[in-house]
C-alpha cells in the first residue's frame, strides 16, 4: 500500500524542502541527489507512510531508482561469461565485481544500467560459479582416488559426505 503513496510522499519533501516542485520522477530523482546529505529526508518520508526509516531508503535506492536505468536481464548470460573469463585471473571478489562492470559498461557505453543490482548480479554469479568449481573439484578428486583405489577394492574411506 505505502508503495503507491511514495512518489506523493517524496514530491511533497521535495517541494516543501528544495524550494522546488519537482515537474517529474526524474526531476525528483535529481533532487534527491542534490539533497542526498540533507538529513531527514528518509525518517521525514517514512512518517508521512507510517513505515521505518530503512524501508523508505532501501525502496528508494533498490527499487523506485530503477526506473532511470536500463532493464540488464537481457545480458545476464553476458555478464555470466564475463565473470567466468575474469575470474580465472582474479581471485578477489570485489575487484572482479569492479572489472567485470567495467567490461560489461565498456560493452554498452549507451546505455545506464543501476550499478548496484548489476553488482550484486555479478557476486551471485561468482558465488555459484566458484561452488559448482569446487564441487566439480571435489567430484573429480574422489574419482581419482576411487579409480586408483579400486585396485585395493575399498574406496568409501575416500568418499566424505557433508
Known amino acids: ?41 528518509w525518517l521525514q518520508i517514512a ?34 561469461d564475463i565473470v567466468a573469463l575474469l575470474s580465472k585471473t582474479t581471485r578477489d571478489r570485489f575487484e572482479l565485481s569492479l572489472k567485470v562492470l567495467e567490461v560489461f559498461e565498456l560493452a554498452h557505453p549507451h546505455e545506464r544500467f543501476h550499478a ?8 551471485q554469479t561468482y558465488q555459484k560459479q566458484a561452488s559448482a568449481s569446487q564441487e566439480s573439484c571435489r567430484e573429480n578428486a574422489v574419482h581419482v582416488r576411487a579409480k586408483e583405489e579400486s585396485a585395493s577394492g575399498d574406496i568409501s574411506k575416500y568418499i566424505v559426505f557433508g
Open 47 to 80: 512518517q508521512q507512510l507510517n513505515i521505518t526509516q530503512t524501508q523508505a531508503h532501501d525502496y528508494f535506492h533498490n527499487t523506485w531508482v530503477k526506473q532511470f536505468y536500463a532493464p540488464f536481464d537481457p545480458y545476464k548470460q553476458q555478464i555470466r
Open 116 to 123: 548496484k543490482s548489476v553488482q550484486q548480479f555479478i557476486h
Open 1 to 41: 500500500m505505502w508503495k503507491t503513496l511514495f512518489d506523493d510522499a517524496l514530491f511533497q519533501y521535495l517541494a516543501s524542502n528544495t524550494g522546488t516542485t519537482p515537474t517529474s520522477s526524474q526531476h525528483m530523482y535529481q533532487l534527491v541527489q542534490q539533497q542526498y546529505r540533507t538529513r531527514g529526508i
